[in-house]
């Protein structure tokens, strides 16, 4: 079966420190790839997607990066936090099947930039 | 690209009572609907999916309607229990958005025992 892991669980940065993210996938092979963020009592933000190693789409102009070193690991980033960049970020798979369909979520990032 | 807009942002309902949440969507080749709860801290989990060649689909308590022409669809959930309380989230997806999911605001469901 798919499983999908995503850590730290929580993450408490200074303002101006760097950030990384990691999420991998198990169980199945080029997965489509998200990092969403979901600021306090808000919706689930769009920021990266990747239908590949090395196909990275920026869906919102901001302080962060992505990259997809491997087929099933996908890494969020930041050189230097904000306090905006505070937040719950979630990375989710889809399979590959040449249509749409649902997204699976880890179990979220928890990050406060203090 | 699809932008996704959810209503209401809030809705309490008394147990028993049925609940409606309404989502539209911009991009006409959106063709996959999928609805999804998050309980406090946790992760979205999916509750029920519809694609566009589907009008109403339904499993036990839950159903969701789609209606293209009007680009919008609706989740309807029946006998609310406390348990149903959570955020609930829609979302679209199609070809044109390169499959990727677009998700609405989200509505916070609350059923009074």
């Known amino acids: 079966s798919q499983t999908i892991h995503q850590w730290p669980a929580t993450l408490v940065q200074p303002v101006g420190s760097p950030l990384s993210l990691e999420c991998t996938v198990e169980?199945?092979?080029?997965?489509?790839l998200y990092w969403y963020r979901q600021a306090a009592g808000r919706g689930l933000q769009l920021l990266f997607y990747?239908?590949?190693?090395?196909?990275i789409s920026s869906e919102v102009p901001q302080n962060l990066s992505a990259s997809r070193p491997q087929d099933r690991q996908f890494i969020l980033s930041s050189k230097k936090l904000l306090l905006s960049d505070s937040g719950f970020y979630l990375c989710?798979?889809?399979?590959?099947?040449?249509?749409?369909?649902?997204?699976?979520f880890g179990q979220g990032t928890r990050l406060t930039v203090v | 690209g699809e932008n996704v807009e959810q209503h209401p942002s809030t809705l309490s309902v008394q147990e028993g009572d049925s609940a409606v949440i309404k989502c539209t969507y911009s991009?006409?080749?959106?063709?996959?609907f999928p609805w999804y709860k998050q309980e406090l801290g946790k992760r979205p989990q999916l509750i029920i999916d519809?694609?566009?060649?589907?009008g109403e689909k339904k499993d036990q308590r839950i159903a969701v309607t789609l209606n293209k022409t009007a680009k919008h669809f609706s989740l309807h959930i029946t006998e609310t229990q406390p348990e149903d309380s959570a955020v609930y989230f829609c979302?679209?997806?199609?070809?044109?958005?390169?499959?990727?999911?677009?998700f609405g605001s989200g509505t916070r469901l609350l059923v009074r025992p």
């Open positions: 989710a798979w889809g399979r590959d099947r040449g249509t749409a369909t649902e997204a699976f």
């Open positions: 979302a679209a997806s199609g070809k044109d958005s390169s499959y990727k999911l677009i």
């Open positions: 169980g199945t092979s080029n997965p489509n």
């Open positions: 991009d006409s080749a959106s063709n996959y």
């Open positions: 990747s239908v590949g190693i090395g196909q």
């Open positions: 519809i694609r566009s060649n589907v």
